[in-house]
């Protein structure tokens, strides 16, 4: 049973929203900091943001402002609001929960998700 499972990849057009999220399952991550990642075709994997426990989160500089995290405790579920989407942001995104680490890197997450793929249309 994977413990994370990412949701709401899809075709967009550029300059449209899209909402991801990342549930739990069989695992109870309140306790949890999340994280989302992104991977583009060729390209290395990007920290896009967390948020701790308590609902303070931090962005990469490539998309603050443009995307937010938040969380449902009571859904055990994450999500990951994007606004003014770009052809850029094209990839495979992930989700990622750890309890003590919440910041860049993706190998010291305990738990991984297998990532949904956003595509943004020009």
């Known amino acids: 049973q994977v413990p994370l499972v990412e949701s709401g990849g899809g075709l967009v057009q550029a300059g449209n929203a899209l909402t991801l999220a990342c549930a739990g399952s069989?695992?109870?991550?309140?306790?949890?900091?999340m994280a989302w990642f992104r991977q583009a075709p060729g390209k290395d994997r990007m920290f896009l943001g967390s948020?701790?426990?308590?609902?303070?989160?931090i962005y990469g500089d490539p998309v603050k402002g443009r995307f937010a995290i938040s969380r449902d405790n009571a859904k055990n579920t994450v999500y990951l609001q994007m606004n003014n989407l770009e052809p850029g942001d094209t990839a495979v995104y992930y989700c990622?929960?750890?309890?003590?680490?919440?910041?860049?890197?993706?190998?010291?997450?305990?738990?991984r998700g297998q990532g949904t793929q956003v595509t943004v249309a020009s």
């Open positions: 990622a929960a750890d309890v003590t680490h919440y910041g860049r890197r993706w190998d010291l997450y305990d738990y």
């Open positions: 069989g695992q109870t991550f309140t306790a949890y900091n």
């Open positions: 948020i701790t426990p308590l609902n303070a989160t």
